[in-house]
T-cell receptor
């Protein structure tokens, strides 16, 4: 069975602070995909990143960066110099490969960025 | 319009009512999904339609009835709901369906803004 744990229920930071959202996963698949989605107050989840289990290179996209460590089954997400517009719920998700694979979501981390 | 559109955005219904949620995608995607989002819980996958065929029914009570008349539209028919069914219902679509020849695990989902359902 697959499982995604986001232990941080809610994080509050002041604008311009860096913040890291933790994600730990469990899977028996040797090949799998990891995702991060953002859910702003408007409701729709927005795709941020997909990472294949064979690609352990860290990725940076603007103020966003992701640290994938297979040894600790973690796929953490860091926002540098946070802004109020980053306030949202962030979901980490996991899926296996092949046909018919379901996406398993974590419970989400509510990030509040204040002025 | 672009993306995935859900209507209504908010719905309040009694336990004896019958209502429907509608989802429309303008992306040319081949698969559509219904998810339930309750507070403090992971998103729960309810149904998946791939090329208009239902390929996943995640032990959802029969008071929820999906319908996919074509690849662009998805409905969730609701009847005799319970208060615990109150939640945000999210529709999503993906380019690839649950075809075993395609690595569906890599599917990126595009979500609608959801329909907030309150059952009194």
């Amino acid at each position: 069975a697959q499982k995604v744990t986001q232990a941080q229920t809610e994080i509050s930071v002041v604008e311009k602070e860096d913040v890291t959202l933790d994600c730990v996963y469990e899977t028996r698949d040797t090949t799998y995909y990891l995702f991060w989605y953002k859910q702003p107050p408007s409701g729709e989840l927005v795709f941020l990143i997909r990472r294949n289990s064979f690609d352990e290179q860290n990725e940076i996209s603007g103020r966003y960066s992701w640290n994938f460590q297979k040894s600790t089954s973690s796929f953490n997400f860091t926002i540098t110099a946070s802004q109020v517009v980053d306030s949202a719920v962030y979901f980490c998700a996991l899926s296996g490969t092949g046909g018919g694979n379901k996406l398993t979501f974590g419970t989400g981390t509510q990030l509040k960025v204040e002025l | 319009e672009t993306g995935v559109t859900q209507t209504p955005r908010h719905l309040v219904m009694g336990m004896t009512n019958k209502k429907s949620l509608k989802c429309e995608q303008h992306l040319g995607h081949n698969a559509m999904y219904w998810y339930k989002q309750s507070a403090k819980k992971p998103l729960e996958l309810m149904f998946v339609y791939s090329l208009e065929e239902r390929v996943e029914n995640n032990s959802v009570p029969s008071r929820f009835s999906p319908e996919c008349p074509n690849s662009s539209h998805l409905f969730l028919h609701l009847h005799t709901l319970q208060p615990e069914d109150s939640a945000l219902y999210l529709c999503a679509s993906s380019q690839y369906g649950y075809d075993s020849s395609v690595d569906s695990g890599a599917n990126v989902l595009t979500f609608g803004a959801g329909s907030r359902l309150t059952v009194l």
